[in-house]
């Protein structure tokens, strides 16, 4: 490829860097962002503005010299001049005769840009639009999806200076592809502006004029160097080839070498019939992609005595097979991990593929986060039905579905489906995790069960005796304490529910019980921030765990939190359900 830099009549190392990075050709990286169109005016100092106007043009790759092309910074300025009917049906925006990868139109006053129609439709993109008053377009390939394609503000204003600058960039992967497509090079036009520092190599180059002009009429590359009382004024218009007609790499999953698998993998190689026992194990940080991203399919699905976690994208692909195991390890066949999902997934999943020896280290058995929730839904559903049945007993009728939100026949039908909050709950939990997503996920836990209506509770309270005045101004933990209270000295007597109705006040009914302490603790760490996040945590130690430990992360924090919680509501569920059987 011609050698813009070293053609330019200005030594290399006395051109600033952002001219250098316009004359430089673009290399086949498919991570690579490609600068396909600007419109940036940069105060450099005062009194100096570097200034650039740049757009790509599809010029084809047929062995022809490349033509000098020329524009204004923008594909189209102001609009045709109607003159009759008809009169611009063959208006069609070209930069010098050639299509163009962003549509670009302005006036004196405003510009505005979007990914070129052409570009757009042949790449199958989809446009979203971001940010207010400062709006960009963001080009994503949703049939796998890849997001962040193209890139760019949608438009400026222009009274002396832009009221911002406008910067479009497109995956190189992407932008080769459509150039390939179309049989073209991405050629690059230019308008560049510094006032560059003074110096002697420079007053060589003007050989004592006070103008010099750079490149020839016609030619790739026409500009001036002259002198102002700022400075040696620089000024460059410029066509330049900067992406050849090559696509990038392709990703590939053929060729892998898998741990634990002899030899290289390929899709062939992974679909025999006699290598499809062959288990691969990954760390679950796997999950972390998808789980953040609502597009994909994360809920895990309790099946054929495991928890399953394959992600899914609408309909297009899913991983199968992959099953939770131990803490923070997934069990999947190889076949599983090839097997009608896009190369990208695949080699996604390479990433964190782990060791044998590392997985023989693990405790297969120690459980994981999904079987943690599943018990603490187990306890919500519990909850629910327990209260609904008490109040019935007690005269106060209230559906279990309305108390919590949780309703066990749409649980056996869908799973967690229609629960996001507790697949949410069950996300990625890693053992090094930080202290504010520890936070966060103590207050999705006391969240989930705090749907449980006060006045509800204070209602069956005040049918077993519990003066109405003395609970009146109570929270939801306080009277769920004296709720257990109660059910545990009527439990320990053998009481059955029509024992429970009252209206002598119970004995010890306002006292502390440490069997949902955790509860306490839980509620204190929701309320915890960056100020008081570290005298909240310490509130574990209480519970007798080892805050030493957290240097390490707060997997382990969670875990302990987890279990507290369940064991609380066992507490609650356990009396309340030999009290509700025996009637």
Not at 203 to 217: D, V
Request: aromatic content about 10%.
């Amino acid at each position: 490829m011609f050698d813009y830099v070293g053609r330019f009549p200005i030594p290399a190392d006395l051109l600033p860097q952002r001219l250098r990075s316009l004359l430089e050709p673009v290399g086949t990286d498919p991570l690579q962002r490609v600068e396909v169109s600007s419109f940036t005016e940069t105060e450099r100092s005062e009194s100096n503005r570097e200034t650039v106007h740049m757009l790509m043009a599809v010029v084809p790759d047929d062995g022809n010299a490349i033509p000098v092309l020329h524009s204004q910074g923008a594909v189209a300025h102001g609009v045709p001049t109607p003159s009759e009917k008809g009169s611009v049906k063959d208006f069609t925006p070209n930069v010098s005769g050639y299509d163009y990868i962003v549509a670009s139109w302005g006036s004196s006053l405003f510009f505005t840009y979007t990914l070129a129609e052409k570009v757009w439709m042949a790449l199958g993109l989809t446009p979203r639009c971001i940010g207010n008053e400062h709006q960009r377009l963001v080009y994503d390939d949703l049939s796998l999806p890849e997001f962040g394609v193209a890139e760019g503000e949608v438009s400026l204003q222009y009274h002396f200076k832009p009221s911002r600058d406008v910067n479009w960039f497109m995956s190189n992967e992407y932008l080769r592809k459509y150039l390939w497509l179309r049989g073209g090079r991405g050629v690059r036009h230019f308008f560049y502006q510094a006032t560059l520092a003074d110096s002697p190599q420079l007053r060589k180059l003007m050989n004592g004029e006070r103008f010099h002009s750079l490149g020839e009429p016609g030619s790739w590359l026409d500009g001036d160097l002259r002198e102002t009382e700022n400075g040696l004024l620089l000024q460059v218009w410029a066509t330049v080839v900067a992406v050849s007609c090559n696509l990038c790499p392709q990703q590939t999953a053929d060729g892998l070498t898998w741990p634990g698998v002899a030899g290289k993998v390929t899709h062939a190689s992974a679909n025999d019939i006699m290598r499809n026992d062959t288990t691969v194990y990954l760390d679950d940080r796997f999950l972390e992609r998808y789980e953040q991203n609502s597009l994909y399919g994360s809920t895990p699905v309790d099946a054929h005595g495991g928890w399953y976690c394959s992600p899914s994208y609408l309909g297009q692909w899913s991983f199968t097979g992959c099953r939770r195991i131990g803490r923070n390890l997934i069990e999947v066949d190889l076949r599983d991990l090839y097997k009608g999902v896009p190369e990208r997934e695949t080699l996604h999943a390479h990433v964190h593929a782990l060791d044998p020896a590392i997985v023989k280290q693990c405790d297969l058995t120690e459980e994981h986060i999904v079987s943690k929730v599943d018990r603490f839904l187990t306890q919500m559903l519990s909850l629910g039905e327990n209260l609904s049945r008490l109040g019935t007993a007690l005269g106060i009728e209230k559906p279990a579905v309305e108390l919590l939100g949780f309703s066990r026949e749409e649980v056996a039908a869908d799973g967690w489906l229609h629960y996001p909050q507790v697949a949410k709950l069950a996300q990625f939990a890693p053992l090094d995790m930080t202290q504010q997503a520890f936070l966060a996920r103590c207050k999705s836990i006391h969240e989930i069960w705090q749907k449980l209506p006060d006045g509800f509770l204070k209602q069956l309270l005040e049918a077993m005796g519990v003066p109405r005045k003395l609970i009146a101004t109570l929270g939801k933990l306080k009277l769920l304490q004296c709720l257990l209270n109660i059910l545990t000295r009527f439990d320990e007597n053998c009481e059955a529910s029509d024992a429970l109705k009252s209206k002598d006040e119970p004995e010890g009914w306002n006292a502390k019980n440490s069997d949902i302490a955790m509860l306490f603790v839980t509620y204190d760490l929701r309320i915890a921030d960056a100020h008081d996040a570290v005298s909240k945590i310490e509130r574990l130690q209480d519970q007798d765990f080892d805050t030493a430990t957290l240097h390490q992360g707060y997997g382990r924090a969670l875990d302990f939190v987890l279990d507290g919680v369940i064991d609380a509501f066992t507490a609650i569920n356990s009396p309340l359900g030999r009290i509700l059987a025996r009637a």
